[in-house]
């Protein structure tokens, strides 16, 4: 499925703001720990973890150090957009993040490997799940064990319940809710109301389960790929998403200004090898 990348940035916001029905105060809302990586990424251009903390309204500032995995993962979705064609500098960008807002019985590296989700998403590749666990080769955590878990309960098709009561059997709550998250998503990557109506079903991690398959959905589909009756519900935060999503689209692009307000026209922007396959990639910014 090819989509604009602009309509997959869109589309993964707004699945997790669907899949929660637009929660405003939790630290995935777009008033917490989301909106505020959003506005600082936006404003600085770069990771600042001192000017996160200072827009996070004084209510919110007790979740530093306390966040699950799976919370911090939804919350630091802005970092992975903004440097998903990057995998050195995602890896370094999520684990600040981290560093910031996990509790400390909680794992860095999962949050590292949901970013890693998101970036293979944005590529739209049919082999979603065979790439990702590719990619994370030199990874040695729990995680990346469950996922392989997941890979083989999908290709084997494994019911909701059954895969649920496999993946919880051994593994901490934060970590399971990434892999029913990625479970529910590879069951029907390109139906996201299916993926999510699966995950919503997942009991008592259906909220953050929900969250973060309509958000992996969304990126994978594109926002022309979530069903008109889902959208027109949260049109006033699909709207006010869209512009914080375009902003941190033209920044990602080279193209934004912080005088302009509107995204100039754009012919075709895809990640990096997506629109011309070529051997070797480099950064633009970067010097040899």
């Not at 709207?239 to 302009?260: D, H, N, R």
Request: charged share 15%; net charge neutral; with cysteine.
């Amino acid at each position: 499925m090819q989509n604009s990348l602009l309509s997959r940035f869109h589309g993964g916001i707004v699945g997790s703001i669907i899949a929660t029905s637009g929660k405003k105060d939790g630290p995935m809302s777009q008033g917490g720990l989301l909106g505020s990586h959003f506005l600082s990424l936006i404003s600085a251009g770069k990771l600042d973890g001192g000017e996160w903390v200072n827009l996070i309204p004084d209510e919110m500032q007790h979740w530093q150090k306390t966040l699950s995995s799976s919370e911090t993962a939804l919350a630091t979705v802005p970092i992975a957009i903004f440097f998903h064609e990057n995998s050195v500098l995602l890896t370094e960008m999520l684990a600040k993040a981290a560093a910031i807002w996990l509790g400390p019985t909680e794992l860095g590296e999962d949050v590292i490997i949901w970013g890693k989700a998101i970036a293979s998403a944005l590529q739209g590749k049919s082999n979603f799940m065979t790439q990702l666990i590719a990619d994370l080769a030199t990874f040695s955590t729990p995680l990346r064990e469950q996922l392989e878990l997941v890979e083989n309960l999908l290709v084997s098709q494994t019911g909701l319940e059954q895969a649920r009561s496999i993946l919880r059997s051994s593994k901490k709550e934060s970590q399971t809710e990434i892999a029913l998250a990625l479970y529910c998503f590879g069951y029907t990557p390109e139906n996201f109301g299916l993926a999510v109506l699966r995950a919503l079903n997942t009991k008592r991690e259906s909220m953050i389960v929900a969250a973060l398959t309509g958000a992996i959905a969304g990126f994978y589909n594109g926002y022309s790929g979530i069903p008109v009756s889902w959208r027109l519900p949260s049109s006033t935060n699909s709207a006010q998403s869209y512009q914080m999503t375009k902003k941190l689209f033209a920044l990602w692009s080279g193209v934004y200004f912080p005088e302009t307000t509107e995204l100039p026209p754009t012919i075709a922007c895809s990640s990096p090898g997506v629109i011309q396959k070529r051997a070797c990639l480099k950064i633009i910014s970067q010097k040899p």
